[in-house]
């Protein structure tokens, strides 16, 4: 696997705040976990990261690989948000677009450069991310606190996402994603091919306009969860309304980067670096 949740010591230049509150629902008290640099004379650029686990499982613990990013001076913040099974769409969107309107109310406390955040996730996360580039102009998800700040992202990097829940079978894989317990219907509350309109509001196609951030999507070709169909047809619809979109697909790579080597997970972490240096940094 690409990724692992044990952290390496952290930087001295590097503190991490844990469990800080960021919304409040019914029935939750919503988490993120912030590493920040309380030292940094000019603001610094943030990455987001949405964790993934088919929007039922999962949490906040920061994988290791995003340690690779201190050393490129990214403040990170790792946020949790409501599960398929404690409350159905769009509370997960919701709640991702609270943690960066809390993110950029408190950027000045903790060192932020609140026009240059970027959201990166993987799987349902990569969904999340996705949803947070095209979906912008939606006041509807709006809800909660801090609403005289803008949920807007600057860049998106998205891994292996689900972004067209009705053309996920497309391609036969391991899920049958059109049942009833499939982690799509599961998310919506009912099956998706009897809840077009429900599936709609969950697309991250649905909402792409000509004002999307720029996206890298990177997806295994391997992958029999998520269909690299998915971010294939992501892309097109990115760059046929003009916007700026990198699709990577990685051959003999399946779902979550399992078999993915020393060098090509150096690679893959490179391009996403250079991503967000280049849509983060510019003009630094």
């Known amino acids: 696997?690409?990724?692992?949740?044990?952290?390496?010591?952290?930087?001295?230049?590097?503190?991490?705040?844990?469990?800080?509150?960021?919304?409040?629902?019914?029935?939750?008290?919503?988490?993120?976990?912030?590493?920040?640099y309380p030292e940094a004379v000019e603001p610094v650029p943030l990455i987001i990261w949405v964790h993934g686990g088919a929007w039922r499982n999962g949490t906040k613990d920061i994988p290791i690989w995003t340690t690779s990013f201190w050393q490129g001076k990214y403040a990170i913040a790792s946020i949790e948000y409501r599960l398929s099974h404690q409350a159905i769409f769009p509370a997960q969107i919701k709640d991702c677009k609270a943690a960066v309107r809390w993110l950029r109310a408190n950027a000045e406390y903790y060192r932020l450069d609140p026009y240059r955040f970027g959201a990166w996730g993987s799987s349902a996360g990569g969904h999340l991310v996705a949803l947070l580039g095209?979906?912008?102009?939606?006041?509807?998800?709006?809800?909660?606190?801090?609403?005289?700040?803008?949920?807007?992202?600057?860049?998106?990097?998205?891994?292996?996402?689900?972004t067209d829940f009705l053309r996920m079978n497309d391609v036969p894989g391991e899920i049958d994603h059109d049942a009833f317990n499939s982690p799509e219907s599961q998310l919506i509350g009912g099956l998706i091919q009897e809840n077009k309109g429900k599936v709609a509001k969950a697309n991250p196609i649905t909402y792409v306009s000509t004002v999307a951030p720029p996206f890298l999507i990177m997806h295994g070709k391997l992958d029999l969860t998520v269909i690299k169909n998915q971010s294939e047809l992501l892309h097109q619809a990115l760059q046929e309304k003009g916007n700026s979109s990198k699709l990577i697909l990685l051959d003999d790579v399946a779902h979550d980067f399992w078999g993915v080597g020393a060098n090509l997970r150096q690679d893959i972490l490179c391009?996403?670096?250079?991503?967000?240096?280049?849509?983060?940094?510019?003009?630094m």
């Not at 102009?137 to 992202?153: A, F, I, K, R, Y």
């Not at 996403?272 to 510019?282: A, E, G, H, I, R």
């Open 1 to 36: 696997m690409l990724y692992s949740t044990e952290l390496q010591e952290l930087p001295t230049n590097v503190r991490a705040d844990k469990d800080l509150i960021y919304a409040h629902t019914d029935k939750h008290q919503l988490r993120l976990d912030l590493y920040w």
């Open 134 to 162: 095209t979906s912008g102009w939606v006041d509807s998800w709006e809800v909660g606190d801090n609403l005289h700040q803008t949920s807007c992202v600057q860049a998106v990097c998205d891994w292996f996402g689900p």
């Open 271 to 283: 391009q996403v670096q250079s991503f967000f240096d280049q849509y983060l940094k510019q003009d």
